[in-house]
């Protein structure tokens, strides 16, 4: 099965979590995988999530299109980012910005 990668390092008293997260492109497997991840960290530590989600965070301004069957799991990876505390910083900055890469 997939497993991400988690780096840590401690910046003064902070501790970091670097999770370099690429799921499976599978829409059957991505849910396991998200529900698994791990959750368990300091509550003072911050954490940067890195990699692909291999789906559209926002299905009108991340999607070309505007559809997209590649949804699944949407709950358990914002679930896991939640627990994690993790804000979409890009998002937040440019609210309504279409941009693909």
Known sequence: ???????????????????????????????????TLPRDFPPAAL???LGNFNFPTDRLRDFRSGKSN??????????????????DTWRLHHPTARVYS
């Open 47 to 49: 954490q940067v999530v």
């Open 70 to 87: 590649h949804h699944t799991a949407r709950d358990e990876c914002f679930q896991w980012l939640q627990a994690l505390k993790v804000i």
């Open 1 to 35: 099965m997939y497993q991400p990668a988690v780096a840590s390092a401690v910046w003064g008293e902070v501790p970091f979590y670097y999770h370099n997260v690429y799921s499976p492109i599978a829409n059957a497997d991505r849910a396991n995988f998200y529900s």
